[in-house]
């Protein structure tokens, strides 16, 4: 089975705090994705990413960076949280044809800026 | 711009009763539609898809449809249980496997006893 994890269920940072989110996947899988999601508003993609140390912007990628050190790891990175970034967080990963393909999703991090 | 719009956005059916969610989309050139469920407090997992060519495809007691000449797909859950309970999001892809697929916002479904 494919397994996506990330590394807090819940998290709760203050306005201006650099927050990282993890997201580690043990398929070897190539791509990986971040999503966050909102009530009313869907899915919806911050980044991704077809390999080591590469990274493409999705449709909302202002305020966040990603960072792609191993195949296995995708992070997510808030430079300085502000609190229209409360949302669900979810990675996902799939093992290549671009989006075509099956993701899988991790659990999600509920995110709270404060 | 691609669209994906789900109907109804909630849905409240008793156990044992059979429902069907809609989803209409705008995507060009067409790839795939695929059919997530959504359980509370976990990440989406993928029910069916569906490419160009296929008109039905059964997943169990899911079924979804495609017509891709008027652009609509259809998820009939038979038989409903509670576990069925969850958010239904589909998800279409254009041609070209680099293009962002287009997520519709989700069909709410609560199965009560």
């Known amino acids: 089975d494919v397994k996506v994890t990330q590394s807090s269920r819940y998290l709760v940072k203050r306005t201006g705090e650099k927050v990282f989110l993890e997201c580690v996947q043990d398929m070897d899988h190539e791509n990986m994705f971040w999503y966050r999601q909102d009530p009313g508003l869907g899915l919806r993609l911050i980044y991704f990413?077809?390999?080591?140390?590469?990274?493409e912007k999705g449709d909302i990628p202002e305020g966040y960076s990603v960072s792609r050190e191993k195949k296995e790891r995708f992070s997510l990175i808030l430079e300085s949280a502000s609190t229209n970034q409360t949302s669900m967080y979810l990675c996902a990963s799939n093992p290549g044809g671009g989006f075509a393909n099956e993701q899988f999703f991790g659990p999600g991090t509920r995110l709270t800026v404060l | 711009k691609n669209q994906v719009e789900q109907s109804p956005q909630s849905l409240i059916i008793l156990e044992g009763k059979n429902c069907t969610l809609q989803c209409n989309y705008t995507v060009s050139p067409f790839s795939n539609l695929r059919w997530y469920k959504q359980d509370t407090g976990r990440g989406p997992v993928s029910l069916t898809i569906m490419t160009f060519s296929e008109n039905t495809k059964s997943n169990g007691r899911y079924t979804a449809t495609l017509d891709a000449d008027t652009k609509q797909s259809s998820l009939h859950i038979t038989a409903s249980q509670l576990s069925d309970s969850a958010s239904y999001i589909c998800?279409?892809?254009?041609?070209?496997?680099?293009?962002?697929?287009?997520f519709g916002r989700g069909t709410s479904l609560i199965v009560h006893p």
């Open positions: 990413s077809y390999d080591v140390k590469m990274k």
């Open positions: 998800v279409v892809s254009a041609a070209g496997g680099s293009y962002i697929p287009t």
